[in-house]
């Protein structure tokens, strides 16, 4: 993140926490430990902090676990995968042929 993306997400912030302080020392402050973090990263939990806490997120709460994300992320691909592998098997889905079952139990010895 560079500093005109830290000075956007602080106004983001400052906008949800009035009393927020968006100073030059807040600015480099939070660039010194922002500068290697994602900035769409940082919003959507800024964006998710705003909608669950009454205070301002500190540098922590802004840079969330980044590993829980990626397998969040990587989680919710795999279901979309998942489901829809399971509408194409809808899609391709055909009843079995007549008398099939009924083969099936005289192999298996009930009449």
């Given amino acids: 993140m ?15 926490y009035p009393n927020f302080n968006v100073s030059d020392e807040t600015v480099d402050r ?8 994602p900035f769409q990263a ?27 994300q990626i397998e969040r ?7 979309e995968e998942y489901f829809a592998e399971r509408a194409r098997a809808k899609q391709e889905a055909c009843p079995p042929p007549p008398g099939w079952k009924e083969s099936i139990y005289a192999k298996l010895g009930h009449a």
């Fill in 42 to 68: 940082a919003i959507r939990n800024v964006d998710e902090h705003i909608r669950t806490s009454k205070y301002p997120p500190n540098i922590a709460e802004i840079r969330g676990s980044l590993g829980e």
């Fill in 73 to 79: 992320d990587r989680m919710k691909s795999s279901t």
């Fill in 2 to 16: 560079d500093k005109a993306e830290v000075i956007e997400l602080l106004i983001v912030i400052k906008e949800n």
């Fill in 30 to 37: 939070h660039l010194k430990y922002l500068h290697d973090f």
